[in-house]
């Protein structure tokens, strides 16, 4: 990942993005620099070509001339060999288009080869995949062969991002790109913010969605099981199935790799699913805070983070006194920055976030606007994140 400024970026790409008024491309993504190993063993593998083709070309009189055919086609086949080798080892990396994710205000532009434009608001799908167990160690030990640094720190289980254009088209980011988790979060966060007022028309017009095995309507929840789905018996897709009635739901929990699904007065989880696959992972969790919330049925989750683990400076936010963390501040009108005069309200706020070098704050208005922060200028990280995620549900519940 790189933070870079309009000069940096390549010509067509602002073109392509004020072309499709996706707005200024902040920052870019690339794959981690590949080995250049294929430099050395295709040409190795073409030179040992070279020397079997060669010496039976120019010894064939003296030595060859009197061997059966089969060891002539051994010979000749040896040496294509390594020079196809050769060939493919040198070829494949150079006709393999190179990716770049450009991340702007209103989308992305995916450029492997031609320059591809996906909208947030032409995302029909988003979801990840997660690594499994064997997948992990494998990109443990393939990872550390690839690196002379000694690190502790974990293996992210997360393998890839699946987009689904409007028009049908896929788009795989892999865990080849830098910080993919962070693009991937932003990305669930801006799609929710477009189509999760679609989903709430939808289920408001008394229709049913479905998020993988979930399904959501007026009822409640029903979790599918996909395997029943091909059962002929009645009886046994019906006990495949799980509902659970809206007077009954609780709250969900999301994390990285799980979903958990809670029911009233239960302190065990009425079901948890991995995230892998599972589509709009943030529009289903908004969805459902929405119909608990007009429903008028209480949402414990944050009562209980008030009675254990809500820092005491929440207290004082919600007295209307400031917070202060360095370079930034938080209150209830909104945050301000160091280096700006002026107070961005939060509900001009489109996303804020603590990124691995950067505060990173995207504003909306008639023009999309970013402001950055370097790390060292901020106080309080993990207060910080905590107080973020606190003032956007606050907003959410007004």
């Known amino acids: 990942m790189r933070l870079t400024s309009e000069k940096q970026i390549p010509l067509k790409i602002q073109a392509c993005a004020h072309a499709h008024r996706l707005g200024v491309p902040r920052i870019m993504y690339e794959p981690y620099k590949e080995s250049r190993l294929y430099l050395v063993v295709g040409p190795f593998a073409m030179v040992v070509a070279s020397l079997i083709l060669g010496f039976y070309w120019f010894y064939y009189a003296l030595v060859f001339s009197w061997w059966p055919a089969w060891q002539h086609m051994v010979v000749l086949s040896i040496g294509l060999a390594w020079l196809l080798i050769g060939l493919w080892t040198l070829l494949t990396p150079l006709t393999t288009p190179h990716l770049c994710i450009y991340l702007c205000p209103k989308g992305l532009i995916y450029s492997r080869g031609k320059l ?9 799908l988003l979801y990840k995949e997660l690594r499994s167990s064997d997948q992990l160690v494998h990109h443990s030990s393939s990872t550390a062969s690839k690196t002379s640094k000694t690190s502790n720190a974990p293996i992210s289980p997360l393998l890839n991002y699946t987009v689904l254009r409007d028009d049908g088209k896929h788009f795989v980011l892999n ?19 477009y189509l999760l007022p679609g989903a709430i028309s939808t289920y408001e017009a008394g229709l049913a969605q479905a998020f993988g095995a979930l399904l959501v309507d007026a009822r409640g929840l029903t979790l599918r ?10 009886a046994a897709k019906a006990s495949a199935t799980r509902s659970l009635p809206w007077s009954e739901f609780e709250r969900v929990v999301l994390d990285d790799t799980t979903l958990s699904i809670y029911r ?6 009425w079901v948890t699913l991995s995230v892998s696959g599972i589509p709009n992972l943030w529009i ?13 049925i209480p949402i414990t989750e944050p009562v209980a983070i008030e009675q254990t683990a809500r820092p005491s400076q929440f ?16 209150s209830k009108d909104g945050v301000r920055l160091s280096n700006e005069l002026e107070l961005v309200p939060w509900e001009e706020i489109a996303s804020f976030g603590v990124g ?10 008639t023009v999309d606007q970013w402001y950055t922060l370097p790390l060292w200028t901020v106080a309080d990280l993990p207060l910080l994140r905590q107080a973020i995620d606190y003032a956007f549900y606050q907003q959410y519940l007004q």
């Not at 009233?264 to 989880?269: G, H, P, Q, V």
């Not at 691995?356 to 208005?365: A, H, N, Q, T």
């Open 116 to 124: 591809e434009v996906i909208r947030w608001d032409q995302i029909a």
């Open 175 to 193: 865990g080849d790109l830098p910080h993919l988790d962070r693009l991937g979060g932003f990305m669930e966060r801006e799609i929710a913010r």
């Open 225 to 234: 099981n996909m395997v029943a789905g091909n059962m002929s018996d009645a």
């Open 264 to 269: 009233r007065d239960d302190s065990w989880a």
């Open 284 to 296: 289903f969790k908004g969805l459902t805070e929405h119909i608990i919330k007009y429903l008028r």
């Open 315 to 330: 207290a004082a936010y919600d007295a209307g006194f400031t917070l202060f963390f360095g370079a930034l501040s938080l």
């Open 356 to 365: 691995e070098s950067e505060v990173i704050l995207k504003r909306i208005g």
